[in-house]
Structure formats: structure tokens, C-alpha cells
């Protein structure tokens, strides 16, 4: 279960709550770009920090960018 008073001190807004569907709110990790580097990026997903590998087919992100994790990402 997603807890939103965690999300909010990370900066979560309502706004970007509304643009998910159901589905992208149950099946996926919500995350926060808080490091970005030449070959990784650290995300924050409240309970602990990720790494993450950026690749050739890796979408462009910044820090302050929230991502939604598949469970292949979790």
C-alpha cells in the first residue's frame, strides 16, 4: 500500500496523483529521481534508495523526475 504522508515529505503532489489510472496506481512503485549520474540514476521510493542502470534505451531523467517501477524494476 502506497502511503501517501511518506510521498508528500518527498514532494508528492495531488496533481500528479490524478494523472494514474487505477492500474499504474496498484501495479507499479512510485519513485523520485534524487541522483543522476553518467551510468545510473538513485531513485527514493520512501522505505529505501535504488539504483538503477542507464542503458542506450534508458528514457532521459533529472533529479526531481517521478517514475513509475514495474515489478521488473522492483
Known amino acids: 500500500m502506497i502511503n501517501i504522508s511518506k510521498l508528500n515529505l518527498i514532494g508528492w503532489q495531488p496533481f500528479f496523483q490524478q494523472q494514474l489510472t487505477m492500474e499504474e496506481w496498484s501495479d507499479t512503485t512510485l ?14 521510493n520512501t522505505e529505501q534508495l535504488l539504483t538503477l542502470p542507464i542503458t542506450v534505451t534508458t528514457s ?15
Open 60 to 74: 532521459e531523467y533529472v533529479v526531481g523526475d517521478w517514475l513509475l517501477l514495474d515489478e521488473a524494476h522492483n
Open 31 to 44: 519513485v523520485r529521481v534524487i541522483e543522476q549520474h553518467r551510468n545510473q540514476i538513485v531513485v527514493d
